[in-house]
């Protein structure tokens, strides 16, 4: 068996790697030996199910996206509510898709020749551009970062020890988050892969939420504190991922012919209960988190000869598990 | 036009973005306007050009890869240059795909059920570990790094002036490098999205070079000095990442009618004169490469209102153009 199906094996097949006690431990181990009370479940509210028209071969497309929870990018994420409530993506398509960066979806907004702009409903707020970042809140008792993430809810910030080529790394409530490294008291949410976020105009418009995007390449993190990141696949990116890649301006299809239709879009939670999606994440302040990216960061399992003695936020992805009703 | 189709036009017409002088430079003005003494021309012979079965719509798919230059993983090169010349991959196929991972093709070497392990040619060579890593020399006279590319030729190593969370980022003669970190005075080549690699068994077995893979995802940089990288796509990736994930062991495909036949992989300059790829990239060591890497570090142009402050290796690949004859 070779190494990279050693190193895939280890992504899907955690009892294997939990069966070898004696045995360096691996991602997939750690994760695989963190306690039920280090996974926190993901509301179905807080999900979005977009299903896909069939593939070629007729086989069924959903893509589920987990959106941020407060304080991070709310009014975007109010908008998309509203959107999913309306049914307002039924019928539109995946419109654009670029080799190593994104696709994106909804009405194209009169930019694709091929689509033409869908009115938006009522209610759609426009949201400010100082929503992209979220200040940061201390905790004098302890010294602690942290963000508030009800009117009486806090969430600690768990600052990472790697080092990231663009800010400070760290982790709250489940989610990569980057820290101002010039002592302004901000955090935002990071592009890495699978983050899903709002195209927009040009400043100072941000977006509505109408028109989203996920990412399908390295991390473009460029686009941090720029554009609104409002959440992340949690499954089935593979659907967005291998759409053939546009042709037109700007990656845009050329012809109506190339889109993927979206059948529909849903809050998790307004699906019928069987039809309701169950995830978990691992807990991104807690032991087996704080392991695993140690881990990430130092392989000694049998593969590996040369620890790489570092991870980049976008590299050592979030937990994320469905479970079986 | 939406900030995405705009990101998306500076990659492929750069004379838009030229003839705006006043606005700020973006990474592709600043590519459009490096004199030619800046680019270098890639010898067909370091080029392996992949032709796969056509797409469903009848599509041809091509793939050109650069091979990496002395010194780094030329005993694998030397036997892909074997395996190219004796149209070993002829017949075989892409096998494995994983999301956000890789596309591995070969003839699966057994472990893939529905392909059986395919007779190597003789003289293919066995490459120790030690290869994974490229002594670096200093130059006294200068105090620069360099690596021998010849028995009397030598490159300028250019270090990274931007943080790399894994080692110090540095290029050489057109691609990135890692360094040492440690004093060692080593230098490898780094899995960056696009990078061509040599799958193995457990060490000290290093792989052939008969199966390789490319990566079609953020970048794996725990690989580095564990696995041979051996060169990267430059044109026709998007033909490897679209293809569809496997779904048996591993990411390999369940069955032996999802696999992508290839029809051939040749060297460049083993091609008919009027069919041998011709490209260039920008020379690393240059002022137009070095003004690439800080405005990619920090957009200033007109959709960006917070620069990055920083970008990670894999994040501004070298840039390479197709001439045309």
């Not at 299903?51 to 071969?57: F, N, T, W």
């Not at 939420?209 to 460029?222: F, T």
């Not at 130092?298 to 000869?305: A, H, I, K, P, T």
Request: with cysteine; aromatic share 8%.
């Amino acid at each position: 068996m070779r190494f990279l199906s050693l190193a895939a094996i280890s992504l899907v097949l955690p009892a294997a790697a939990l069966a070898q006690d004696s045995v360096p431990p691996t991602p997939t181990s750690v994760i695989a030996a963190a306690p039920a009370a280090e996974w926190r479940t993901i509301p179905p509210a807080d999900l979005l199910v977009m299903e896909l028209a069939p593939d070629a071969a007729g086989r069924t497309r959903q893509v589920v996206i987990q959106l941020l929870p407060p304080p991070f990018s709310q009014g975007w994420i109010g908008n998309i509510r509203t959107l999913a409530q309306a049914g307002w993506w039924d019928g539109t398509s995946v419109y654009r898709v670029v080799d190593n960066w994104v696709a994106q979806w909804g009405a194209g907004e009169g930019e694709d020749p091929a689509t033409s702009a869908k009115p938006l409903p009522p209610d759609i707020m426009a949201v400010p551009e100082s929503a992209y970042i979220t200040p940061v809140e201390r905790g004098p008792e302890d010294g602690r970062d942290y963000v508030l993430t009800g009117p009486d809810r806090r969430e600690p910030i768990t600052v990472s020890r790697w080092i990231d080529s663009y800010a400070i790394g760290a982790h709250v409530a489940g989610w990569p988050l980057a820290l101002d490294s010039e002592g302004g008291g901000t955090a935002w949410p990071v592009h890495c892969y699978g983050a899903v976020g709002v195209a927009r105009d040009m400043s100072p418009d941000t977006g509505t939420g109408a028109e989203l995007y996920a990412v399908i390449g390295h991390a473009p993190r460029q686009l941090d504190r720029n554009i609104a990141v409002v959440g992340r696949v949690v499954e089935g990116i593979e659907h967005l991922a291998t759409l053939s890649r546009g042709t037109g301006e700007a990656g845009v299809y050329a012809t109506e012919a190339e889109h993927t239709p979206i059948l529909s879009i849903r809050l998790g939670d307004s699906l019928p209960a069987d039809a309701q999606p169950r995830f978990e994440y691992l807990a991104t302040d807690g032991a087996s988190f704080a392991a695993y990216l140690a881990v990430k960061a130092n392989r000694r399992d049998s593969f590996y000869l040369q620890p790489a003695g570092g991870v980049d936020l976008c590299n050592a992805p979030v937990p994320v598990r469905r479970v079986e009703m």
